[in-house]
């Protein structure tokens, strides 16, 4: 995959994958991300029995793409390109509009529909987290022409909670690859008598916190209350970001854990005061939550045992794992490749990097067969996170 | 304020942007007036353009669009009984009546000028509102969501003579209907009995198409009439007049058009479903608190601005929640919002300080579009008001070939397709039966937001709701208070009920046995779900195994103590030659014409009962012209059948104009050969033009399996 200097403008200090995500012509980051001793021993182990020499593959996956991209002149390549050419590409975004799904989904669909000569259109698809979006992806044909966008995370995390709904196997999916992600925030009223996650660690009453049923969000709010001990009471059952929002609005719940970018303009109204961040924001973001803590510095100050910190720490790296675009599993390796040339082609789009920025959704890409590597890889571990989630 | 309001005025002052504002106006009109395309379709083909536009170009094309469309959507309402949007259903009830009666051009003036004045003095109340948005929409928590939603069912069932019963089964059907596919909360599938095509549940689109559209042609296509039954010529020569009558008519009721719009931005501001329900209680609300109640239905003008009052302004008011909080109120504003976040604007708060006059520019292209919109509509009215005049049969290959077409451009599956024929078929049952279209489409449009809600009240408040929510007991209240008045006026009234005879002796108790086998299976397919996905489908279910156990209790009682007196009359007067009464040119007259919106079958079924009430002798003969009209209804359908099989088979760019021409030939549709030949060809150019178009635009490519 070709990566320039424009793709990685909003890179994440610190974005490391459950894999050691390489990154094209980027090394691993440090940070939160950059896992424990614990946490690294059981990603590089998983890395290598689930997947063979996928790590290998990963790491030279810039060389990878950059020769798929030569390969494009083979025959099968062109043949493959020229299926998608005047074809409708349905691209779900398996969230409402103005969730981070649908913007990603929106950046990305001009450029990756010029490249393939195919016009995308974008549909909603809320419901489930992302479940159902997922689903109505898998269950599609796989010719290439239904795809859209996971939570992975929330969707592995599902699986561990073995909550009903979800009908298909990550790692049978066909990726595509990441265009980027943002760290979550959590957040509370503006009026809270509460302006600090510390000030949590010892509050007796259980507080309410509202959130979207399965997803990320609601398997951060399980796990990093959870292992940090805060009472709460967990009320999920809104279905989108913008119905989330409305509840957070109408005082329906007085804490929330979600995305950042959806949630900007309410801080910065001041209809919500962040308190931690799962791991720094940069770019635009960055100055929406100046002065708030990280999980990491959050963990550092109490004491936790070995498996809350694991738990954490597995759910922030989960977390971490979202808007990674996909298809049905069987598409045929041509047709996936061409896809993830369009892909390519579309996180380094000059176009798609200015309206990225103007909508403040980093562009921090993956490509696909690292993507597939990562899924694997968080399939295989150790869930120490299903304690807190089936709790 | 006033500095504000004069910038976002100023801000529209650009070649550039009035064009894109009237082609957006027009391009909105156009797509109203389509049964099936709707602007929420135009609107996302916008979005990929919008990037390349001036925030306030890009605002003005898009509002303007949404603008224009809705009194457009009206048109079809009035003209054909088929709204071009769900959200103009209510129109149908007393719009439709008129046309039927010839007014045509009235009720299109009516709804024109209603339309703009309500949208007028909603942009006056967004003014003030502006400053409060933010509290206004924390008033609105679940469990008001949920009991506003009751509220709208039972305004429905205050507005005609459907029996409760036959309201909330209705009600409960569209209900069910709407939690076919995934639970949008837990992402467990529903109902779907394992087939793909059904997770994404069953849309509104095709059941509109069905309901409204594909039923009526059929109707029409049965009494073999137009929708007017009044001489053609003259009408032609009257409807300019009538214009002029409908403006004059608005503005002497215009207290109407006042309270519809005042509402109407009141319920704009409720997010996620202020937008759809507005027309709905604006109309109900009118007709309480109207001299006329007792007329709504029947056509008159105070019904028909009591639901177009609100058309344009509920919109107005939606700006609020949307623009102030990010929060939509109904399909065509989350485009906008998408819009705007691809403009680089977020939607919030941050949005009215950092560009304090773009709420006021978004409310003057409402202002410009929707007075622009209501000048075009009520030059053209004239002209529109004459599709009245022409016979079902040769509207229907049109009528029919649209439906199909924007059956499949909803979600881009031949699932859509087979969903418009089926809902059609469902259609012509249930205006047949005086089921309430009206609860049906509001149960079916509202259930994801009741299921989810419902199950938010549960999770967040349990029973406390009705200590925590005065807002959701003002809306219990007032529907329990219209519930027992409606109660005590039937009680009062008997004659205000529907009659003691069944219009359709056997149908009826064999329909509804037929919903209670469906409902008991529903109730125990959903029971085998997890609770969390289950329980309200059940709940909803088990009212309607109630209500439908009802119905069948009462129908087949009514049918028993019916059943000796026609026998003993029949008997009596066999061998007795039958009068050839006609049904022919007295649809136009339809008291007591019921909310469900039967339109053209109601006209049938009221006459029959009409005749009936005449004598036994003219009653014998009923069965036999409905024997005949229901043929050709059934041939209707087969016909309908036809035109999506054949696109699925053939492609419908082919399969359309060759079932199009097939018809024309076979039907008869014009007396002598030569001229139907004519008509053939003319009408297989036209729909397959029409095909190829819709494919290129949409950059579709499905060909047939052929």
Redesign the interface.
Known sequence: MTKTSQATNDQPEGRVSLTGRSRAGTTRRKGLRSRGVVMSALTAGALLSACGSSAAKSSSSSTASGSATTSGSSSAAASALSYFKGKTITLIAPDGPGGDYDLYARILAPAFGQYLGATVNVENVPGGGTVVGGNQIASAAPNGLTLGLFSVGGDEASVIENHPGQNFTLTKLSWIGQPGTSPSVFLTQPNSSVTSFAQLLTTKTPINVVDIRNGTGDMLDRVVLGAFKIPNKLLTGFTSVATLKQGFLAHDGQFLFENLPPFKALIQGNQAKPLLVTSPAVGVLSGLVSGVPTLSSELSKVSLSSAQQAAVKEAVSLATLAFDMGGPPGIPSARLTVLRDAFNSAVTNSATLAQAKKESEPIDPINGATVAADVAAAVSQGPSIATYLNG | MIQHLVHGLSALASPTTILLLVVGMLIGMLVGMLPGLGVVLVL?LM??FV?HLSVVTAIAMMLATQAGSYFSASITAILLNTPGSPESFPTTLDGFPMAQRGEAGRALAISATSTLLGGLIACVALIGLLQVA?PI??????PEYVTIIILALVLIAQTGVIPLSKVLLSGAIGLMLSFVG????????RFTFGL?TL??GIGIVPFSLGVFAVTQMVSMFGTNRAVTSFDRGALGGEFGGQVRRGVSDTFRLWYHVARSAVLAVLLGLV??IGGFTANFISYGFGQQVSKNRKDFGTGVPEGLIAAEGSSLAKEVGSLIPAVA????SGLGM??F??AL????L??????L?STPSLPYTMMWVMAVAGTLSCVVGLLLAPRLSRITAVRGPLMFPFIVALAVLGSYANA?TMTGVVEVVVFGVLGLFIRKLGYSVAAMAIGLVLG?TFD?NL??TG??YGWSFVTRSPLADVFIFISVALIVATAIRWRRNPASQRSGRLEHPVLEPVFDAALLVVSVAYVLVALGY?PA?GTVPAAVGAVAVAMSAFRLLSDGRTWWHSRMPIVEAVRSLSGSPLPGASLAGRTGSVPGTEFAGRGGAVGEVLLAEELTEQGTTEALEIPEDRRRVHLREFAGLAWTAAFALSAYLLGFEVGIPLVSAGYCMATRTFPTLPRRAVFAVATALVTGAIAVEFFQL????YSGVL
């Open positions: 996302s979005l990929p990037r933010g929409a924390a008033l609105f928590h679940p995934s639970d949008p909360v837990s992402g467990v599938e793909p997770f994404s997010p996620g909080l990010g929060l939509p989350v485009i919002l998408a976040t691809i403009l680089g977020e939607p919030g708060p941050t949005l300080t881009v994801g989810d199950h938010l999770t967040i997890p996905a949409f950059h579709f490519t």
